[in-house]
């Protein structure tokens, strides 16, 4: 089975500039999260999704980041414009409604200059 | 999800030894799910525990959810080199959402 794809894997970008993410789950997970996870940090909760309806984005900076699951399937978060302070791991995971395992993608490592 | 505190931050150990890390809040916790993230990897899930009281076994791993669903630990007996990584726990809601803990790091040495 495949597992939670996301991309870009590696970003480097200067402040001011934007990034997007892109993440597609495990089939048939109707669940997606975005975690960010700062260097030596535990991951943080910016948005969740169930199918293409939000659940809870009340960690998400929403006067620059966004999100959106148009269809129910993948979903691409953006930042725009990036801060220093956003240099993280972008973490999509995904999972089925009503059970408790999140499947983790390998992460997008931004890096912002 | 509620704030959950890790301790220790770190943990060295020789391998052989035991390793135990621990898992705090101050308000009842709905369930805790504990994951693991190597180093440069992402966190991969290891178990959740829903009742009080729980003690679950997976190998040389022992999981225990306390009485009061205040607390949890996590415990690995006889370290291994492949044991090294982050260990951190997660409260979850009731629709899925998770708060992780600052996690504990683990690093064994051969």
């Known amino acids: 089975e495949a597992g939670v794809a996301q991309s870009p894997r590696y970003k480097i970008i200067e402040k001011r500039q934007s990034v997007a993410f892109w993440c597609n789950p495990i089939?048939?997970?109707?669940?997606l999260y975005w975690y960010q996870q700062i260097l030596g940090q535990g991951p943080k909760l910016l948005i969740q999704?169930?199918?293409?309806?939000?659940?809870?984005d009340s960690q998400l900076p929403k006067d620059r980041f966004s999100a959106e699951r148009l269809k129910g399937v993948d979903s691409t978060l953006k930042i725009q414009p990036a801060k220093l302070e956003d240099s993280a791991v972008y973490l999509c995971?995904?999972?089925?409604?009503?059970?408790?395992?999140?499947?983790f993608g390998e992460g997008s490592r931004l890096t912002v200059l | 999800g509620q704030q959950v505190m890790q301790i220790p931050q770190y943990q060295h150990v020789q391998e052989g030894e035991d390793f135990t890390t621990y898992c705090n809040s101050s308000t009842t916790l709905s369930n805790i799910q504990w994951y693991k993230q190597r180093p440069g990897g992402h966190p991969v899930f290891l178990i959740q525990l829903v009742k009080s009281g729980e003690v679950k076994k997976q190998k040389r791993l022992t999981f225990q959810f306390g009485e009061a669903k205040k607390n949890s630990s996590l415990h690995i007996t006889a370290t291994q080199t492949t044991d090294v990584g982050t260990y951190f726990c997660?409260?979850?809601?009731?629709?899925?959402?998770?708060?992780f803990g600052q996690g504990t790091i683990l690093t064994v040495h051969p």
């Open positions: 089939s048939g997970h109707a669940t």
């Open positions: 995971a995904s999972n089925l409604p009503g059970t408790g395992e999140l499947f």
């Open positions: 999704f169930q199918n293409n309806g939000v659940v809870d």
């Open positions: 997660a409260d979850g809601t009731s629709y899925g959402k998770l708060t």
